[in-house]
């Protein structure tokens, strides 16, 4: 069965997506099982979240970052008991893989690409008779956002309802399981997201991005965990510093008829300098044009933006998800400096 971004009208798909009558199959991902006595521990060791913890039939979202706390995966994770299931953007698997290998040393584990064992199918619902069971538990990934999970943090007062469930299904299943279910197109899923201000591996992360830009430490890192790799970097930006980019939430000028490109250029009206890239676009059956765009923190939350590329320009208005001010809560008052200099 082939995943499609429309079955005929976007719109009227999203709306019954939007209202838990309908069920998206998703882009293929990769998936990566763990399995062993030590997975756990082992997962909470390499990554943002606390996993060590994690009951059968519960699902988190982690970040590998690097040394610098600059994100290299976004994950997904379920547990059953016996297996955690691991779900990553597709191009991102290998490097994954070859990357938890790396790190066994003697640890009570064992890792399997299961990428092509398994379709993803998302819905505003959590589908009782949708997911394969494993381990006498449904493989079902809940996402947290907007909410924050235990040792989170949310920058955003955006307030949205979103509500998103993705169902792993064995590709052997998937034409009975999909049998008598209601299809929307990927177009429909993607214009929810961008809706709630969701961002996405795939598209609102590249190689500068920290987890504080995007507001993921709400729903994919514990701040007070144990020392996983980048933990440093990302305590200090959030204690005492400010991320320097920051994701924001955009209303497009519909009057004409075009949706900008992902990568085109941002700049404040009236301006020439580039501050930003839109990463995600989409028509929602409601708002109609948005986007998501990661602009610099310098720029006003209060400005008035403008799209620019192969389709002109187009106007832009704000709604804030990371603001300004995010990070520097430990709010530690400067000191007085020291005239060491001055006469007596």
Same mark, same amino acid.
């Given at each position: 069965?082939?995943?499609?971004?429309?079955?005929?009208?976007?719109?009227?798909?999203?709306?019954?997506?939007?209202?838990?009558?309908?069920?998206?199959?998703?882009?293929?991902?990769?998936?990566?099982?763990?399995?062993?006595?030590?997975?756990?521990?082992?997962?909470?060791?390499?990554?943002?979240?606390?996993?060590?913890?994690?009951?059968?039939?519960?699902?988190?979202?982690?970040?590998?970052?690097?040394?610098?706390?600059?994100?290299?995966?976004?994950?997904?994770?379920?547990?059953?008991?016996?297996?955690?299931?691991?779900?990553?953007?597709?191009?991102?698997?290998?490097?994954?893989?070859?990357?938890?290998?790396?790190?066994?040393?003697?640890?009570?584990?064992?890792?399997?690409?299961?990428?092509?064992?398994?379709?993803?199918?998302?819905?505003?619902?959590?589908?009782?008779?949708?997911?394969?069971? +494993?381990?006498? %538990?449904? &493989?079902?990934?809940?996402?947290?956002?907007?909410?924050?999970?235990? /040792?989170? *943090? !949310?920058?955003? #007062?955006?307030?949205?309802?979103?509500?998103?469930?993705?169902?792993?299904?064995?590709?052997?299943?998937?034409?009975?399981?999909?049998?008598?279910?209601?299809?929307?197109?990927?177009?429909?899923?993607?214009?929810?997201?961008?809706?709630?201000?969701?961002?996405?591996?795939?598209?609102?992360?590249?190689?500068? +991005?920290?987890? %504080?830009? &995007?507001?993921?430490?709400?729903?994919?890192?514990?701040?007070?965990? /144990?020392? *996983? !790799?980048?933990? #440093?970097?990302?305590?200090?930006?959030?204690?005492?510093?400010?991320?320097?980019?920051?994701?924001?939430?955009?209303?497009?000028?519909?009057?004409?008829?075009?949706?900008?490109?992902?990568?085109?250029?941002?700049?404040?009206?009236?301006?020439?300098?580039?501050?930003?890239?839109?990463?995600?676009?989409?028509?929602?059956?409601?708002?109609?044009?948005?986007?998501?765009?990661?602009?610099?923190?310098?720029?006003?939350?209060?400005?008035?933006?403008?799209?620019?590329?192969?389709?002109?320009?187009?106007?832009?208005?704000?709604?804030?998800?990371?603001?300004?001010?995010?990070?520097?809560?430990?709010?530690?008052?400067?000191?007085?400096?020291?005239?060491?200099?001055?006469?007596?």
């Amino acid at each position: 069965m082939l995943v499609k971004e429309h079955f005929g009208d976007p719109m009227i798909e999203q709306r019954k997506l939007a209202e838990g009558d309908a069920v998206c199959l998703l882009n293929a991902q990769g998936i990566i099982s763990v399995s062993g006595i030590d997975r756990l521990s082992w997962l909470h060791s390499l990554l943002s979240q606390n996993l060590k913890n994690l009951a059968a039939g519960d699902s988190a979202e982690a970040l590998l970052l690097d040394p610098q706390g600059r994100i290299e995966q976004v994950i997904k994770i379920i547990d059953d008991g016996q297996t955690s299931w691991l779900m990553v953007d597709e191009p991102n698997t290998q490097a994954l893989l070859a990357w938890l290998e790396k790190m066994v040393f003697r640890m009570k584990v064992e890792i399997s690409n299961q990428s092509k064992a398994f379709a993803t199918v998302g819905a505003v619902k959590h589908q009782v008779d949708l997911a394969s069971v +494993s381990n006498q %538990h449904a &493989l079902v990934w809940k996402d947290h956002w907007p909410g924050v999970v235990p /040792g989170g *943090y !949310r920058y955003s #007062e955006r307030v949205v309802n979103h509500s998103w469930f993705e169902h792993l299904v064995r590709v052997e299943d998937l034409a009975q399981a999909l049998s008598g279910k209601t299809l929307a197109g990927t177009m429909a899923a993607d214009g929810l997201r961008v809706a709630a201000g969701r961002p996405k591996a795939a598209l609102e992360v590249d190689d500068k +991005s920290l987890p %504080h830009e &995007l507001d993921l430490l709400a729903t994919a890192v514990h701040l007070s965990k /144990g020392c *996983y !790799r980048g933990q #440093e970097s990302v305590a200090k930006v959030h204690n005492l510093g400010h991320p320097p980019r920051r994701l924001t939430f955009l209303h497009l000028d519909g009057s004409e008829h075009a949706l900008p490109d992902v990568g085109d250029e941002i700049r404040v009206s009236g301006e020439e300098k580039a501050r930003g890239k839109i990463t995600s676009v989409a028509q929602h059956f409601e708002m109609g044009p948005i986007a998501l765009a990661v602009i610099s923190r310098s720029v006003p939350e209060e400005a008035e933006l403008e799209v620019v590329g192969k389709h002109g320009v187009i106007s832009a208005t704000q709604e804030v998800i990371v603001p300004q001010s995010a990070g520097s809560v430990a709010n530690i008052p400067k000191l007085p400096r020291l005239n060491l200099g001055a006469k007596k």
